[in-house]
């Protein structure tokens, strides 16, 4: 089975701080990585996607995620917040055909 | 855009009732899913279809059921609602992709749903 794990359940940031939120999975064989956003009272959108590749991979709104196979991690990264990046993240594995596992998700709040 | 719509934001209902909880989406997609938000627990999958009248189970199928009559609908359904079924529910769709996986979610805005 895979599962996901998120460190962090909450993370306070100042504008223009970086962000790294952690995340970790287990699952033996082949991945496909998400993160998922959602801002205070909108449905969850897709942030990025790691399927294949460089492990290096760039989403919406400035955010950026690498993917590090032997740590089995994809960790989310933003070089500068800004308070319109509050909301709350979801790291998602797909191991098996077409399931997605969540993490608990991070909230993240940026302080102005 | 692609665009999932849950037929109802807030319901509240009591312990026993039978609960249904709608979803639509207008993009053809073949995989339809259900998860449960709950806080500190992230998304849990309760059942998902990838075609018209067949169903799977996820990770957390216990207390309900689904049901899948056309493409672009799927039920949730709580038999006998009790209060731990207190939660936001949402409905998501994706393409089947020919690697087999299903690749981006498109979610709906969620049903929160509190049973007294």
């Known amino acids: 089975a895979q599962s996901v794990s998120q460190h962090n359940h909450h993370v306070i940031l100042s504008e223009a701080a970086s962000l790294e939120l952690g995340c970790n999975y287990s699952y033996g064989g082949t991945v496909n990585l998400f993160w998922y956003v959602q801002y205070p009272g909108q449905h969850l959108q897709l942030l990025l996607k790691?399927?294949?590749?460089?492990?290096l991979v760039k989403g919406i709104k400035g955010f950026e995620a690498e993917f590090i196979k032997s740590k089995f991690s994809f960790n989310l990264r933003k070089p500068s917040v800004q308070w319109s990046d509050t909301a709350e993240y979801f790291c998602?594995?797909?191991?098996?055909?077409?399931?997605?596992?969540f993490g608990s998700g991070t909230q993240l709040t940026v302080l102005p | 855009d692609v665009k999932v719509t849950q037929s109802s934001r807030y319901l509240v209902k009591r312990t026993g009732e039978k609960v249904f909880l709608e979803c639509v989406q207008d993009?053809?997609?073949?995989?339809m899913f259900w998860y449960r938000q709950d806080p500190g627990l992230g998304l849990r999958l309760i059942y998902f279809?990838?075609?018209?009248?067949?169903?799977e189970k996820g990770d957390i199928p216990e207390g309900y059921s689904v049901s899948r009559e056309k493409k672009e609908r799927f039920s949730l359904i709580l038999e006998s609602a009790s209060t731990n079924q207190t939660s936001m529910y949402l409905c998501a769709s994706s393409l089947l992709l020919r690697q087999a996986r299903g690749g981006e979610l498109f979610f709906g805005e969620g049903s929160r749903l509190t049973v007294l």
């Open positions: 790691y399927f294949s590749g460089d492990p």
């Open positions: 993009m053809d997609h073949e995989n």
């Open positions: 998602a594995v797909e191991g098996s055909a077409r399931q997605l596992t």
């Open positions: 279809s990838y075609d018209v009248k067949m169903k």
